[in-house]
């Protein structure tokens, strides 16, 4: 099967901290990403956003957000700057679903040009594109 995938990730995440997540779910093996081979593979890192923030529910609820998700922020950025990360990852969300499900070329070009290319403000993502292995290929 040939499998496309899109995953975002926060934009400050050390591997010290991957580390201790992979432990504490008893994680084994290889990472999938690392692995992933017969779908293209879109990584995006999300600069100022933190776990919750993946999730709308952070930014409908200005109370969660005072009271809960502030000690959280990364760096400098504010809600603002997560409110316009959210929009941009539904974006790329959309994109993905437009090329790969409706085989839309020009959300595929979206897909793959730089972020500053497609309007994104700078410090907001970086985006990986890994191609799949050709079929009858063998990953390495």
């Excluded at 293209?40 to 109370?63: K, Q, W």
């Excluded at 009271?67 to 809600?79: G, I, K, M, P």
């Amino acid at each position: 099967m040939r499998i496309p995938f899109l995953y975002f990730e926060e934009g400050d995440q050390s591997l010290d901290a991957q580390d201790r997540l992979d432990q504490r779910f008893h994680s084994q093996g290889p990472n999938v990403l690392n692995r992933w081979a017969h779908g293209d593979l879109i990584t995006v890192r999300m600069l100022g956003l933190f776990h919750p923030e993946f999730c709308s529910i952070a930014y409908r609820n200005s109370e969660l957000w005072e009271q809960e998700l502030s000690n959280l922020q990364v760096a400098d950025y504010d809600r603002e700057d997560g409110v316009e990360g959210y929009a941009w990852m539904m974006r790329y969300t959309k994109a993905f679903l437009d090329f790969y499900l409706k085989q839309d070329s020009e959300a595929g070009a979206f897909l793959k040009r730089p972020p500053a290319t497609n309007g994104v403000p700078k410090h907001t993502m970086s985006i990986k594109f890994k191609q799949a292995v050709p079929v009858g290929s063998t990953a390495s």
